[in-house]
């Protein structure tokens, strides 16, 4: 059973910093994907960044520059490391764990940027 736990949302600046962080419970060393999605109410969940089992990173456009994800294996953690804030980036943050995808989602948490 995987179960992830994320911590780290709150209120921002525009042009601010956040960093979430995500614990995974269960066999998450053996899972290659593990990632941040994010919802806006009355949108569909999009990907903002991924990160593979070697480190092999992936993100979306619109937080390229601007967002990093890490993951320390031995510890089953991964971070979302957001700069330069934008009101846009205002949503629910999952994480996510899976062997090629999201197949595990944590119960989220909330980025609200103010301009």
């Known amino acids: 059973q995987v179960q992830l736990v994320e911590s780290g949302g709150g209120s921002g600046q525009s042009g601010g910093s956040l960093r979430l962080s995500c614990e995974g419970h269960g066999i998450i060393r053996r899972l290659d994907h593990m990632g941040w999605y994010r919802q806006v109410p009355g949108k569909e969940r999009e990907l903002a960044a991924s990160?593979?089992?070697?480190?092999?990173?992936n993100y979306a456009d619109s937080v390229k520059g601007r967002f990093t994800i890490s993951r320390d294996n031995g510890k089953n953690l991964v971070f979302l490391q957001m700069s330069n804030l934008q009101p846009e980036d205002t949503a629910t943050y999952y994480c996510?764990?899976?062997?090629?995808?999201?197949?595990?989602w944590g119960k989220g948490t909330l980025v609200i940027v103010s301009s």
């Open positions: 996510t764990a899976g062997r090629y995808g999201p197949d595990h």
């Open positions: 990160i593979t089992l070697y480190g092999v990173e």
